[in-house]
């Protein structure tokens, strides 16, 4: 096997996993100048797309110097380095063992994916590195843009944005002593807004929009369960509102909570309604092995649930101490036999007809075909033009795809 150069972009954090239908390791020109061009359509702002359009171009200037060379975008899973550098590892081995590294040539834009360097110098030498820097508009240069793009961090949308949006709620609720109506219903609708930005539901209410919506283009009975998990909330919030204004405001504290406590039903409600939705989904999509994972969940959401009320009867009195650890223990006894019920759900261990229709791809992310046939009795599938059977101890199904081993 001829030793092989390898030009390589890394994108940590996996913004083209995460924006586009990419996953690494993408190898080759054809396949990074795709990945690249839609990157850059799904965020024209994203400079690790113009890190793999740099990284083409320095492949075309190291054949000058090297006659075997290729690239290569390697991605990470997310922002937790932990688990990213695992999934960087699993793709280098992927690289290692299809080809004879000679050397890397890294491409990268920043600091952080440069933090890859000693995961490639435990294969190979690093022949040079290259840094992008990506000239901005004064425009994109500013200090405003410099904000909005660092609230994009999770972790930084908590901290200055959620936190205060709660402290201002705290604040809004304080109408039930000082009665300033028009200063509260600010500083609760401001509060409302930071606390669904900051913490990250806004984007999950416009994904469940987007779903019934596209539910409903699809026609798909799953639009049911997510206009009921709309619905369910709204309820949940109005029993509690009644009886609230309805308490004698002994003990404003104690009203509030015993209040709150109607909402626990909906909420659980509202979710496992989600959950049942994306388990719809999920069979829509011949993704049927996820079901087992859904009804966990559903089980964990009722157990939750138990241990939430059970916890707030003891607070307001209205159950004894001993009340809270025995559903404790009862939900986690309920939650290991969700847990067994879960796994017999789970066909990526199985040959089965469901199977049938599935991608298949191999470790790289080649196309070879739809699964046409399975065979329980050999434990094989029969997918691509050519009828090629591979026995179950040869592939493995993930994210919705038949992945061959080589």
Not at 55 to 76: C, D, L, R
Not at 140 to 156: G, L, N, Q, W
Not at 235 to 258: C, E, K, P, R, T
């Amino acid at each position: 096997m001829k030793k092989k150069v390898f030009v390589v972009c890394v994108d940590r954090d996996n913004d083209l996993g995460r924006k586009t239908r990419f996953k690494g390791p993408v190898i080759g020109r054809e396949k990074n100048l795709e990945a690249g061009q839609k990157l850059i359509l799904a965020d024209p702002t994203e400079s690790d797309a113009n890190t793999i359009f740099a990284s083409i171009k320095k492949m075309e200037e190291a054949k000058k110097e090297f006659k075997n060379v290729e690239v290569v975008t390697i991605t990470g899973k997310d922002k937790t380095a932990l688990r990213s550098d695992k999934e960087i590892n699993r793709q280098l081995d992927i690289i290692q063992k299809n080809y004879n590294v000679e050397g890397w040539i890294l491409v990268t834009d920043g600091a952080e994916d440069a933090q890859v360097i000693p995961l490639l110098q435990s294969r190979a030498k690093i022949i040079s590195t290259e840094q992008v820097i990506i000239r901005q508009a004064q425009a994109v240069e500013s200090t405003f843009y410099t904000i909005k793009e660092a609230f994009r961090d999770p972790s930084i949308a908590r901290m200055f944005i959620g936190i205060p949006g709660i402290l201002l709620l705290l604040f809004a609720s304080l109408w039930f002593f000082y009665p300033q109506y028009i200063l509260q219903t600010i500083t609760l609708v401001l509060g409302a807004y930071l606390l669904l930005k900051g913490f990250g539901i806004e984007d999950k209410i416009m994904d469940m929009f987007k779903n019934i919506t596209s539910s409903i283009s699809e026609q798909r009975i799953s639009v049911v369960f997510y206009v009921a998990a709309f619905i369910f909330p709204l309820f949940g919030i109005w029993l509690a509102y009644i009886q609230l204004i309805s308490s004698n405001f002994i003990d404003i504290g104690l009203d509030v909570i015993s209040s709150l406590r109607l909402l626990y039903p909906f909420l659980a409600a509202a979710v496992i309604s989600i959950i049942v939705a994306k388990g719809v989904d999920s069979i829509y999509a011949k993704k049927a092995y996820k079901i087992g994972k859904y009804f966990v969940q559903i089980v964990s959401i009722v157990a939750l649930w138990a241990i939430l009320d059970a916890g707030t009867l003891v607070f307001l009195s209205q159950a004894d101490l001993a009340w809270f650890p025995a559903n404790i223990m009862a939900s986690f006894i309920i939650l290991i036999i969700a847990l067994r019920i879960g796994n017999t759900f789970d066909i990526r261990a199985k040959v089965t007809r469901i199977l049938i229709g599935l991608h298949v791809s191999d470790e790289e992310g080649n196309y070879l075909g739809r699964v046409k046939e399975v065979n329980k009795r050999r434990q094989s599938i029969t997918y691509g033009k050519k009828n090629v059977e591979t026995r179950k101890k040869d592939f493995i199904l993930k994210d919705g795809r038949i992945i061959i081993l080589n």
